[in-house]
């Protein structure tokens, strides 16, 4: 398990508040990893996809609803802290988001055809009764 320094060199007009709680479970419940093992990162991307999802989660627990714009409040987040490395603001721009929601998607996607698959032949038989 990876641990998160905590250090004193955050400037202050860097938001933090209850973030680096959040960061920490994450890390603990190996979200980032979790997600990219079922989204394989893509090698020509800074980030991976599920650092990408980690963003929004961040964002959207920071009280902002919207899934846009988050490159320009990460600007004033204190991104080493929370992710554990140097990443960048830039690399979270809307169109890499959205790469990254379109993967995850697509992994939804192909879970739900194999889900939705009959048991031992049987037609009526199905693996559950709870649609995920």
Same mark, same amino acid.
């Given at each position: 398990?990876?641990?998160?320094? /905590? ?6 007009? &860097?938001?933090?508040?209850? $973030? ?15 997600? !990219?093992?079922?989204?394989?990162? !893509?090698?020509?991307? =800074? ?6 999802? @980690? ?5 959207? $627990? ?16 204190? $991104?080493?802290?929370? /992710?554990?490395?140097?990443? /960048?603001?830039? &690399? /979270? ?8 929601? !379109? ?5 939804? &996607?192909? @879970?739900?055809?194999?889900?939705? =698959?009959?048991?031992?032949?049987? =037609? ?9």
């Amino acid at each position: 398990m990876q641990e998160i320094a /905590f250090s004193s060199e955050a400037k202050p007009s &860097q938001v933090l508040a209850h $973030l680096p709680i959040v960061a920490g479970y994450a890390h603990q419940l190996r979200l980032v990893e979790t997600l !990219d093992g079922f989204c394989p990162p !893509d090698p020509c991307q =800074k980030v991976s996809h599920g650092e990408c999802i @980690f963003a929004l989660v961040l964002s959207v $627990l920071h009280e902002r609803h919207a899934l846009y714009q988050v490159e320009e409040w990460l600007d004033n987040v204190a $991104l080493e802290i929370l /992710f554990g490395r140097e990443v /960048f603001s830039q &690399q /979270f721009n809307d169109t890499r988001l959205a790469a990254a929601l !379109d993967a995850i998607y697509a992994v939804d &996607q192909s @879970f739900r055809q194999w889900y939705r =698959k009959p048991l031992s032949g049987t =037609k009526s038989r199905r693996i559950g009764c709870m649609e995920i």
